[in-house]
Nanobody
Framework: QVQLVESGGGLVQAGGSLRLSCTVS????????MGWFCQAPGKEREFVAG?????????EYREGVKGRFTISRDNAKNTLSLQMNNLKPEDTCVYYC????????????????????WGQGTQVTVSS
């Protein structure tokens, strides 16, 4: 089974930055579209950002993080990243990386049910 491990979360003041990372086991990372989701207490897990299987082809962001967050991947290192700048208290969340096995090289997926594998999550807390 594919395993995903997030890291990089923590406590940061508003306006600060964090970089989340997700390492993916196995030899098939390049065959997976990837995404970042967050889940706040009592709320549904929500899409934050996604990237297609083919690096540099397509990315997608939730309205409200555009211009502040950047998703990227390094297929040679089996790593997914989320650079988060100008953080706001409303960004406080548990962030999860997710992988979807797909033959489509250009598609970005934004639905929870689209994804096959999930990490355990990393907490991001932004203080005001």
């Amino acid at each position: 089974q594919v395993q995903l491990v997030e890291s990089g979360g923590g406590l940061v003041q508003a306006g600060g930055s964090l970089r989340l990372s997700c390492t993916v086991s196995g030899r098939t990372f390049s065959f997976h579209a990837m995404g970042w989701f967050c889940q706040a207490p009592g709320k549904e897990r929500e899409f934050v950002a996604g990237i297609s299987r083919s690096i540099g082809v397509s990315t997608e962001y939730r309205e409200g993080v555009k211009g502040r967050f950047t998703i990227s991947r390094d297929n040679a290192k089996n790593t997914l990243s989320l650079q988060m700048n100008n953080l706001k208290p409303e960004d406080t969340c548990v962030y999860y990386c997710a992988a979807k096995s797909t033959l489509y090289p250009y598609n970005v997926f934004s639905g929870r049910d689209d994804y096959d594998f999930w990490g355990q999550g990393t907490q991001v807390t932004v203080s005001s």
